[in-house]
């Protein structure tokens, strides 16, 4: 498999010049641990995750050196440590080295280069722009849609397919929440994965990826959280 078969698509963005506390609640919100971080012109700048929002002032946790270790470290060290701490844009606090892959790398190179950097998600580009990204999750999820049905093999190309048409028909509804949605196939076998605002999305996303030619079996596992509150109200059986 291919990146481009597990791939996430619309991938949810924050912009360099917005403030910590909106990249904060987009994380909250949306249940994730990072957001990458794409300016005006669809480049990307960075990365922000939960680990950069740890040490702020704002809660207490800002990082305080006794007075020999400061003496040892640079003052341009003690401001950037500043910045970040009291920083209010994303790109006062985002990571600015982002590791990418294109949409053809293999998933075998994809889990090498995470575990080599010990990082959960990859950005995939194409052209200069992001058009993707690749998580942990989405390897896990790519694992489990193989192993769940035990059917004979079929073409990578037809899944391929099938995975299209799932993503091309959900991007054209406008009630479908893109941003946390995935699909995944294998042999026909379609794993749906994402969050949902609204009990009512369940359902019509099953029923898009049911109405796909060469479906066998659709396999929910979206999981409804209440908006704004981040509270999950349900989530799917799995052992169904």
Partial sequence: MIV?????????????????????????????????????????????????LLRRDEIGTERHRPWWLRVLVSPGKQALDFTRTHGRKVSDVMTPEVTCVGSGTSLEEVVEIMEKQRIKRVAVQENGHMVGVVARSDLLRALLSREREKLPPTAPEDDRTIRASILATLEGASWAPMT?????????VVDVWGTITNPDERRAICVIAENVPGVTVVHDHLVYVEPYTGTVIESPDDTK
């Fill in 4 to 52: 481009s078969d597990v791939m996430t698509r619309k991938v949810l963005s924050v912009a360099p010049e917005e403030t910590v506390e909106h990249a904060a609640n987009l994380m909250l919100r949306h249940g994730i641990s990072g957001l990458f971080v794409v300016d005006a012109k669809g480049t990307l700048c960075g990365v922000v995750t939960e680990g950069d």
């Fill in 180 to 188: 946390t949605l995935n699909v995944t196939v294998a042999s026909g």
